[in-house]
């Protein structure tokens, strides 16, 4: 692979989030953020990039290198960065049932806009031309968010607008999937006007992005014509909520969670989520997630009020906490941390395996993303050898069977 360009590379090895960055951190022009085939977005080199481009892309992009710098809040080796953990809710009902879970961080995002601490939020939302496609929203009020509110289990690339974001002069927070965020804060690392600019980074845990082609898939096992939708929504309006296509007719198709992210979407991740060593959003100041409750020790996805876990990572994020539950806008309680995992059991199982699926990548690619400072040793030890080295020996094999059916 001599003399390719990091972000060619990266993408040829299976290993882009698809945050976008790259577009923004490129001269204009030097790269596009498309649709594959294989229904991901994935950047395009257009035109050549300089040295200087093709380093600075290699030191931020998440497909590349992950790190925590060296002072980061004291890390959980399961969990990262951790002030204080919670769980809790929105207080305004109509936000805790449009969110995905108890509707914080929609109700953090309006208690920012309301307090005058940002112009607006950046956030992902359903594309207002296509209801399978993710754009960009600029949130400005309440209504904004609410309409963004929701998982979008699809492909976004939220990062490629950052040059205009930042150009636009106003202070923004911005929400996003734990690579994109994690991009985000090395980049504003580069340069404190950044960081001034953009004064909170809010995540949620993730548990991989995938394909378009696994939403086609959700829509012709409901039965629906995706030709003919007039709306889409991955779950939300309860909790867990259902998917629901909505086609111009009027006719409303509906399938629970657990149909349709746990024997669909989820068999069709991108391969670089399932080397993901920060599925938590470790660089954000807060993360929320689902708070599951438990049955038999695995999640219960019971429909119920939401309820979030609520973790802030940072000082500036546990502030933002304590003043969105003064200002009355969600309610929390405290978690201890040891139930997280009880929560959020897959997250926990990957961190733990993670280290072994990136040392086969490596030896099965010749390239890797580099992590440090994400305490991966140290969760490695947390299972047994030979369930460690059966997780990295299945990793080895899938991509060598990868390779000869390309």
Known sequence: MSGVDIVSRVVSKGLCTGCGLCESLAAPGQIRVEMNDEGYLRPVVLHKLQRSENARIEALCPGARVEHGPNAVPRDPLWGPLVRSRTGAATDGAVRRQGSSGGVISALAIFLLESKKVDFVAQIAASTSDPLANELQLSYSAEDVLRAAGSRYGPSAPLRQMRELLGSGKRFAFVGKPCDVAALRRYMQTDPAISQQIPYLLSFICAGVPSLEGTHKVIEKLGADRTQLASFRYRGDGWPGMARAVQQDGQVFEMDYSTSWGTILNRHLQFRCKICPDGTGEFADVTCADAWYGKDGYPDFAERDGRSMVLSRSEAG???????????????????????????????ERKKMVLGRVMATRLALGFAPRYRRLGLWRSSLMVSPLAWLKNAGGTYRRIHRSLKTT
């Open 318 to 348: 546990e502030a933002l906490v304590r003043e969105a539950v003064a200002a009355g806008a969600i309610t929390v309680e405290d978690l201890g941390v040891g139930e997280i995992a009880k929560m959020q059991p897959y997250q926990a």
